[in-house]
Structures are given as C-alpha cells and as structure tokens.
C-alpha cells in the first residue's frame, strides 16, 4: 500500500504533461491563476507549476484544485482529457 501512494506523484505529473491544456477549467471559468490558487489554498507559482507540468501534484492538491474549481475529480480529468 505504501508503495502505491508513493507513486502517485508521478503518476499525476505523467497526466499533467500528458494533458498541457491543465489550465483549461481555470480559463473557462475565468479565473486567474492567482485567484484559483487562493482558493485552492496553494501558491501561485505552484499551481503554475502544474499548469506547464513543471510541477508534480498531489492527489491533496488535486482534491483542492477540483474543489476550488466546483467540480468533481472525475469531471476534471474528463474535462482535461
């Protein structure tokens, strides 16, 4: 089990360079980075960080960003791929 959770990270930067159109949601929203990521309760560069897949996200962030974003976890990963 422990291995598992620790491959999530990569697993989820695999999807973010898999799918660059990560900002997609945010845009249709119109929100700006800065603004989702107050809401997300994360940094701004982070979370620019993972729109260009520089960064790798958590399945803690990706449950933040969803929920900042008013949408489920598999409407998110419907929408992005």
């Not at 999530?8 to 973010?16: D, M, Q, V, Y």
């Not at 990706?62 to 998110?76: C, H, K, N, Y």
Request: glycine share 8%; hydrophobic share 45%.
């Amino acid at each position: 089990m422990l291995g598992a959770v620790a491959e999530a990270p990569t697993l989820l930067s695999g999807w973010c360079r898999r799918h660059p159109a990560a900002r997609q949601p945010r845009a249709e929203r119109g929100l700006s980075q800065e603004r989702l990521a107050e809401l997300a309760q994360m940094h701004r560069t982070y979370l620019g960080g993972i729109e260009t897949a520089r960064r790798n996200l958590s399945f803690k962030n990706l449950f933040r960003l969803a929920r900042a974003l008013g949408v489920s976890l598999a409407d998110l990963f419907e929408t992005i791929g």
